[in-house]
Antibody, heavy 119, light 106 residues
Framework: QVQLVQSGAEVKKPGASVRISCKAS????????MHWLRQAPGQGLEWMGI????????YYSQRFRGRVTMTRDTSTSTLYMELSSLRSEDTAMYYC????????????WGQGTLVTVSS | DIQMTQSPSTLSASVGDRVTITCRAS??????LAWYQQKPGKAPKLLIY???SLESGVPSRFSGSGSGTEFTLTISSLQADDFATYYC????????FGQGTKVEIK
């Protein structure tokens, strides 16, 4: 069965960086694009960007361009999302999600990683 | 960027009620729209994709309709398990979500 297992919660100071991992299993890792989303406390869902695990190609939302880096390790079927220059507004739950072959909707979600930015 | 606007933001309803949530896109997205249900502390769950296709395992009381810029999610007879927040998502141009509709107990 498809599983996306994310790394644990993080507490960071303003200006720091955070790196979240997302380990995929139960399917061929390189066959499905992956997106990263985030959700601030009590708020809606925000799309951050996309990575093609096959070749590592990425495309980032304008809002995060310059601060976000998405990478993958095909040997371990793991994705990484690094966000730099953290500010309090980056406090949120971060999700990795798998894109389906028939469209960019999300059946499979990671469990989420809570990032708290606080001095 | 395509903007998605949901209405209402909050909806109060009773078990057994028919509930309709609307989602409007700032430009045509054909039928590239999905609906999700989210409960507190959980990741969202896919209900509907391609505007009207029911995801496997989702109860048939959920249905979706629309195309172009206007879409609806209907719950034909609200059940206790359906009190949650619902989001629409366009996926014709990467991804954008509506701001959510909270369905609460009346």
């Amino acid at each position: 069965q498809v599983q996306l297992v994310q790394s644990g919660a993080e507490v960071k100071k303003p200006g720091a960086s955070v790196r979240i991992s997302c380990k995929a299993s139960g399917y061929t890792f390189t066959r499905n694009y992956m997106h990263w989303l985030r959700q601030a406390p009590g708020q809606g869902l925000e799309w951050m960007g996309i990575i093609n695990p096959g070749d590592g190609d990425t495309y980032y939302s304008q809002r995060f361009r310059g601060r976000v880096t998405m990478t993958r390790d095909t040997s371990t079927s793991t994705l990484y999302m690094e966000l730099s220059s953290l500010r309090s507004e980056d406090t949120a739950m971060y999700y990795c999600v798998r894109v389906e072959s028939s469209g960019s909707y999300y059946v499979y979600w990671g469990q989420g990683t809570l990032v708290t930015v606080s001095s | 960027d395509i903007q998605m606007t949901q209405s209402p933001s909050t909806l109060s309803a009773s078990v057994g009620d028919r509930v309709t949530i609307t989602c409007r896109a700032s430009q045509s997205i054909s039928s590239w729209l999905a609906w999700y249900q989210q409960k507190p502390g959980k990741a969202p769950k896919l209900l509907i994709y391609k505007a009207s296709s029911l995801e496997s395992g989702v109860p048939s009381r959920f249905s979706g309709s629309g195309s172009g810029t206007e879409f609806t999610l209907t719950i034909s007879s609200l059940q206790a398990d359906d009190f949650a927040t619902y989001y629409c998502q366009q996926y014709t141009d990467y991804s954008t979500f509506g701001q959510g509709t909270k369905v609460e107990i009346k």
